[in-house]
């Protein structure tokens, strides 16, 4: 391992059968934590070769349990979001690909963000159970199209523990290590495609563009050696998507967006997305075709309809989309009002996320417990028009004055207003489809 | 400590607290071995600035024990080599400058090299203990002007345990940690002024002159900001110093050149080392009456008087110095011929380190004993003109084939030799008086 270490250190490259015992000899406890930290950091300065981290995913997605989806008939589709505020787009997005044919076998990590992730908005339908078994996964895509599975504890258990050392050790950061923990568990999964809708901007992981579409380009050159069909699209996430950020509340506005009553942002990037992966699934001749039939499904129903199949197949109570009151409802709503009149030029999104997650949408530590019912409802985005005293979101909370506080001071500072009348941002920045990544990254 | 690591990964100076508290923390055991590492390797790309350095290495000075040496009148100096193979200087260098009224009060670690360190060389007279009190070493300064001791253990603890995982981690070739290493212990020791010879080529820890002349920059630099008189001197290590490479046989050279006939160019470095440290002391008004005083106690015998002294007063037998014999003798010596005729080129100096370490004289492990009476003397150095069949060495081993076998495999491909007359190398390169560091390393 010194060895290993001082090669990347050097910025040579390492071979496949080195990046394997790496992986393997840390997993099985045998590289002590010291010198995988000095290796982590290592990369982090000397980053890698595109062969080093395909190898290095691979190696990864190979160290635990993979699912064999060969049993699901034709192509299956895994789609990932490298997270942000108010994303509740796999809800929408996820009924309507199915609806048109195409096969989604999804599966989700358990989430540490400002909110819940993909799998604690789906539970805040009630009865709905994500912790399915393999056999039933797999049923349940085969006979309507479409699943939502918690990620197993067995999946990379590399990524879960190279993750736990870079998180003390300031390597977090690192483009190829990111790359390489995302797509190690898309690879496991066993879908034959993926999507990934990389964000960036304030509320991201990845601040700058620049940065996110690096993240893209070695994502996607990863999931094509590795023989994944992989399309990355770049997505704005300097305000939070739609209006609704925590858990039932995004439900309920994914239920409306797939009632064609949505917010326009989100409609676009499911639009966008959906019609992307019918490409990918041949169910589309181009992207237009794709999206035109995305569309349909929102306008015929049949979205809403296989929304409402998957909540039935999965235990839940399918009602709830015709009555959203039916979601878990919070104790008590409070206005926030805007303090000054103007238009609205900028959103400190990560900050909406921390108030959001300071009343009790989000965990702070893995075994926090999320309320589901709680969040903030937005009532202006970039470009919108406020007066003074106008209110501009709706906290729904549980009534404890301390958090409300506390998050009222947070969320009061995120909106810059000024007398400028500017245009809303652009939402869809780039689609990466090959590898424009370059070498050594 | 996550704090710090991220703030020295992206290229920030650390405070003094914050380097204290690195320091004394992960001494304490408080921070773990993975932080501490991937902070080095952050160190390793980020470097240092000047005042994080100094703080670092009087952080780890104060780490432990600190020898109080205001019990010895006047000024006393420390000598430090930072190793090469046949370096026995401090051995002649320390008699001749007690000799011209200089106080030296020497502290050395124990070494891990091709041969024995200092205290090896210094044991290998019958009798002789470098293992003194406190109070016996300033005791002896007091009143012969010079004494010699073992490094206790309670000397920079910090330089150990992060040694030991730099040692493990790929992170020992990091000029501010190697500087602070060196200077932490110097400091800890008490002198009033340091003299340093930083050693470069290929038998030295830094092979490349620039690298050797930024670490003594640095080092310098340290010394000044902590306020002892701090020069240093860049000497060339591209063949062994002297002829002798061992333990005994480096000691009989050294009484050789303190007796007026030993090597030249071991004699033009205490003669300039010795020079630069009467000036140093104010014993001399400029460089060139220091090196005539020194020059003066090699004629008139007063270095080897004191040399005798010294063994004396540290329980040898200073008879050694009119009967090398009595120093440990080898079993068997054998000659190593020549296989070609020309003049040398180059010396692969590391490898007649290894070549002299295979015969016993140096440590592989810090419990490694080593053969006192083994070693190799060299018959021919760079520029020499040798004849096919000539000896160009004496091994001096104990008897055991496979070790002369295995050496002298070593030994045989380390001297190049051609047709083409050549001038010996330069030795003393360059002299490093005041901060010339830049400011971030």
Redesign the interface.
Same mark, same amino acid.
């Given at each position: 391992m #010194?060895d290993l270490?001082?090669k990347k250190?050097n910025g040579e490259n390492l071979s496949k059968e080195e990046i394997y015992f790496i992986v393997k000899e840390f997993t099985n406890g045998n590289i002590?934590? #010291?010198? +995988?930290?000095?290796f982590? +950091?290592?990369v982090?300065?000397s980053g890698m070769a595109s062969k080093e981290i395909t190898d290095f995913t691979i190696a990864m997605a190979d160290s635990g349990e993979k699912i064999d989806l060969s049993t699901i008939t034709g192509f299956k589709i895994d789609k990932h979001s490298t997270g942000g505020v108010g994303d509740k787009t796999t809800l929408v997005l996820a009924p309507l690909v199915a609806a048109c044919g195409g096969k989604i076998a999804k599966m989700s990590g358990c989430c540490l963000g400002h909110t819940g992730g993909t799998i604690d908005k789906f539970e805040s339908i009630p009865g709905f159970n994500t912790a399915l078994t393999k056999e039933q996964f797999i049923e349940n895509v085969n006979k309507i199209g479409i699943a939502i599975m918690r990620q197993t504890e067995q999946i990379v258990p590399a990524d879960k523990l190279i993750y736990a050392?870079r998180d003390?050790?300031?390597?977090v950061d690192s483009i190829p290590l990111i790359a390489a923990s995302i797509m190690s568990k898309k690879l496991a999964s066993g879908s034959d495609g993926i999507i990934l809708d990389v964000k960036t901007g304030n509320g991201a992981f990845m601040r700058k563009y620049e940065d996110a579409k690096k993240l893209a380009e070695v994502m996607v050159d990863i999931g094509g050696n590795a023989g994944r069909k992989t399309t990355a699209i770049i997505t704005d996430m300097n305000q939070p998507l739609g209006y609704a950020v925590g858990n039932s509340i995004e439900v309920k506005e994914a239920i409306d967006t797939l009632n064609g009553t949505g917010p326009r942002d989100l409609m676009e990037l499911c639009i966008e997305l959906g019609g992307e992966m019918l490409l990918i699934f041949g169910l589309a001749k181009n992207n237009k075709e794709g999206k035109e039939k995305i569309i349909n499904a929102i306008i015929n129903g049949s979205g809403l309809k296989k929304f409402k199949e998957l909540i039935k197949a999965q235990g839940g109570n399918p009602l709830v989309v015709e009555n959203p009151s039916l979601l878990p409802q919070c104790k008590e709503k409070i206005e926030i009002k805007s303090e000054k009149s103007g238009y609205i030029k900028n959103i400190n999104t990560c900050s909406i996320g921390i108030a959001s997650q300071i009343l009790g949408a989000g965990r702070k530590t893995r075994n926090d417990k999320i309320d589901l019912s709680v969040g903030i409802y937005l009532k202006k985005k970039i470009s919108d028009k406020v007066i003074k005293g106008e209110t501009i979101a709706v906290f729904h909370t549980d009534g404890n004055e301390n958090k409300i506080n506390e998050a009222k001071e947070r969320f009061l500072n995120t909106y810059k207003i000024n007398n400028k009348k500017i245009n809303p941002p652009k939402l869809i920045l780039a689609k990466v489809t090959k590898n424009k990544a370059s070498n050594h990254i």
């Open positions: #010194y270490i001082l250190r002590p934590d #010291y010198q +995988m930290s000095a982590l +950091m290592a982090y300065f050392l003390v050790t300031a390597t």
